[in-house]
């Protein structure tokens, strides 16, 4: 797919801040984008959307399909957050393939695909996104987030956002091999901890090569991170989905299970949804949630 820069403007805020504005960006709502599950350094706020990502503050404004991101440069989002934000991909196509592969189960995918409008998927930083899926296990997302952001704030490095405050990237995998169990307890992540460090161990001493991931098959991709102490089949896709952009893979979790069992009680085969199952597992996600918030919600958990 070609990639499209959607660029109508760009320059310096008031205060000397980069910002660049998009025009014509079809299917993509930052809210919805940030508000399903699949990273959890973000707030969506009646405002826009701020958060941290690859050691930047950003602010995403949007009107329509018109789109402001406050805190990174032209070049810096061609050449990083085009990818990041996933619009450098046609989901015009990405729609069609899903429509035809899940709409012969039924139409519950139209309602889902509407409703969820403008979700893309992240291109995040593999490393982070393997160590935030192995800490959301068994937990809801307001304790993953601040388990985070404790992490972040003591392992990781600082730096001055363009409100002026200070925030922190995200923590190596060094930063936290070298913590240790001792240096991870104050950040209250329990059983987690143990998952974590293996982690780092394994991708610092190339175990699990991450450049093999990103080429491999699926399942040799799969396998891979199986071997990590406590990554199981729903933390290793959502790893390969959201850290390293592979689009097939569907990660079930409570929320799928409920999809599984309320909308395709005949059975669905996973193994032949197509190229484009993840992005429609967020669409599926996404639409479970909203239903469940219209009629009372419950506790949001991964």
């Not at 205060?15 to 399903?36: K, R």
């Not at 709409?103 to 969820?116: F, Q, S, T």
């Not at 704030?153 to 936290?176: H, N």
Request: aromatic letters at 14%; proline letters at 3%; a negative charge.
């Amino acid at each position: 797919m070609n990639k499209t820069s959607y660029i109508s403007s760009f320059g310096k805020t008031e205060n000397g801040t980069d910002f660049v504005t998009l025009s014509g960006v079809p299917y993509f709502s930052a809210a919805q984008t940030f508000d399903c599950g699949q990273c959890f350094r973000f707030d969506v706020t009646e405002d826009g959307v701020s958060g941290v990502a690859f050691g930047k503050l950003i602010k995403i404004e949007q009107d329509g399909e018109n789109v402001t991101i406050i805190g990174i440069s032209a070049d810096e989002y061609e050449e990083k957050f085009a990818a990041y934000l996933g619009l450098d991909e046609d989901y015009g196509e990405i729609r069609d393939d899903i429509g035809a592969h899940f709409g012969v189960y039924g139409d519950v995918i139209y309602k889902a695909m509407e409703c969820a409008n403008g979700i893309r998927i992240l291109r995040q930083d593999p490393w982070e996104a393997l160590a935030s899926f192995i800490i959301s296990q068994n937990n809801n997302i307001p304790r993953i987030k601040k388990i985070i952001e404790n992490m972040s704030a003591g392992l990781g490095e600082p730096f001055v956002g363009f409100d002026g405050a200070t925030y922190y990237s995200f923590p190596t995998a060094r930063a936290v091999l070298d913590a240790g169990a001792e240096g991870l307890a104050p950040f209250k992540m329990g059983f987690r901890a143990r998952y974590l460090l293996d982690a780092a161990q394994k991708y610092l001493s190339g175990e699990v090569d991450f450049c093999k991931v990103f080429t491999a098959a699926p399942e040799e991709a799969e396998t891979a991170l199986l071997s990590i102490c406590g990554v199981g089949k729903k933390v290793a896709a959502c790893t390969l989905l959201f850290g390293f952009h592979k689009l097939e893979f569907f990660p079930v979790d409570v929320w799928i299970k409920r999809v599984l069992e309320k909308y395709y009680p005949g059975g669905i085969d996973l193994c032949a949804l197509g190229a484009y199952a993840g992005v429609a597992q967020q669409y599926l996600f996404y639409y479970e949630r909203y239903i469940a918030a219209k009629s009372g919600g419950e506790e949001d958990k991964k």
